[in-house]
Each structure stands twice: as C-alpha cells, then as structure tokens.
C-alpha cells in the first residue's frame, strides 16, 4: 500500500556532496519515523540516519556531523544531505519509512527499492 521512490543518487568524488530524497505514496494514514540505510557490497544493511515525525534525529556514528536527515511532512518526503562523502560511504542507500496504512492499526516497515551512491577517490 506504500510506495517509497528514492533519488539523488549517483556518481561523486570524495569531499563532495549529494543529495538523497524519497517520497512516500499510497493509502497511508500515518507516517511515523523515515530514514535512511545503506549496503555496501559484501556487508550487512546498516543505520545511517532517521528522523520521527516530531523531528527528533539519529545518526550513525561515521555519519553524524557530515550528513542531515530532513523530512516534509506535507509531502511525505525524507531527504538526506550527504557533504564530504568519503569512499567509504560508497553503498547501495535505501529509504526506510514506518508507516500505519490507511484502515490499518499496526505500523509496517516499507523500503524503496535503492540508488546507488558511489565516492570515488
């Protein structure tokens, strides 16, 4: 019943900046916490950031300070400024969004399909 579309992936240079956002369609009644994981090849999906509905913010260690999660609630977007990307970062980034389906009581996991962030050196 939710759709998540990501964007603002691609291809940059260490020290540069990207911007990653993801929009949330479909029979919803509430959104609650979106966020941000990613997969580098040969690794586990990890945490990079999240952000509730009341704003409150969580980042990965080797992200905080560099990246910022941000969220439009009028447009059910979660958007993620990525500045002095490493290329470490490099990684498959998926948009994760918790969200109560419209006619629903219990909030459900939904993820994007994935955009591929690379930083080369």
């Known amino acids: 019943q939710v759709h998540l579309v990501e964007s603002g992936g691609g291809l940059v240079q260490a020290g540069g900046s990207l911007r990653l956002s993801c929009t949330a369609s479909?029979?919803?009644?509430?959104?609650?916490?979106m966020g941000w994981y990613r997969q580098a090849p040969g690794k586990q999906r990890e945490l990079v950031a999240t952000?509730?509905?009341?704003?409150?913010?969580k980042y990965a260690d080797v992200v905080r300070g560099r990246f910022t999660i941000s969220r439009d609630n009028a447009k059910n977007t979660v958007s993620l400024q990525m500045n002095s990307l490493k290329p470490e970062d490099t990684a498959v980034y998926y948009c994760?969004?918790?969200?109560?389906?419209?006619?629903?009581?219990?909030?459900?996991?939904?993820w994007g399909q994935g955009t591929q962030v690379t930083v080369s050196s």
């Open positions: 994760n969004c918790n969200a109560v389906p419209l006619g629903d009581f219990l909030t459900r996991n939904y």
């Open positions: 479909g029979k919803i009644f509430d959104i609650n916490a």
């Open positions: 952000i509730t509905g009341g704003g409150i913010t």
